[in-house]
């Protein structure tokens, strides 16, 4: 039973994998903004290493091994990132389609990680904002984001962004927060 199980979860994880490359394809405005000495761009997998091991330190996890194949072919379409004058991440916006979501035109923010050096400065608040403004060109109604009840930082952070609790999640339990992009068509 346990093949089975093992077999059908990796036949669904493939299945988000290529929705995900799909849909993601030429998403995203290329746009970059500069604040000080901190630069905030699209991500490229050159920073995928660097971010893996930044959310390991942040979230003590690693990133699930498809979404590292995914970011591994659409970091430019799905990751944000924040490097400093010498091009070292300082944080990062993971973002993914959910299949859940395909009938809303909504992309779900998944992480946002800001190192510890850096935290409380409002990168993160910048950063959601930035990133807002990558998909804020037509062709999405919103973004949607997800933060855990007793996770206060997550939940201030995003709803500085921007972003407003609209329901409840049940698992995990979770505030789901919403932003609404501008519609164009």
């Not at 994998?17 to 995203?28: A, E, M, P, Q």
């Not at 604040?35 to 290493?49: E, Q």
């Not at 010498?86 to 009938?103: G, H, R, S, V």
């Amino acid at each position: 039973m346990q093949i089975v199980h093992r077999i059908s979860e990796r036949i669904e994880k493939f299945s988000v994998y290529k929705y995900n490359l799909k849909r993601s394809r030429g998403i995203r405005n290329d746009y970059q903004m500069t604040d000080g000495d901190l630069t905030y761009k699209r991500g490229s997998v050159r920073y995928l290493k660097a971010v893996q091991n930044l959310h390991l330190e942040l979230f003590r996890a690693p990133l699930f091994n498809w979404l590292v194949w995914i970011y591994r072919f659409r970091a430019s379409q799905l990751m944000s990132v924040v490097v400093d004058k010498d091009d070292n991440l300082i944080a990062y916006d993971l973002f993914m389609f959910q299949p859940t979501e395909k009938d809303e035109k909504v992309i779900h923010e998944l992480y946002v990680g800001v190192a510890h050096k850096y935290q409380d400065k409002g990168i993160g608040v910048k950063l959601r904002k930035y990133s807002a403004q990558c998909y804020d060109n037509g062709y999405l109604d919103g973004i949607s984001t997800l933060a855990a009840y007793d996770n206060i930082k997550a939940l201030r952070t995003a709803q500085k962004a921007g972003f407003a609790i609209t329901k409840e999640s049940a698992k995990p339990r979770a505030h789901y927060l919403f932003k609404y992009l501008t519609r164009r068509y």
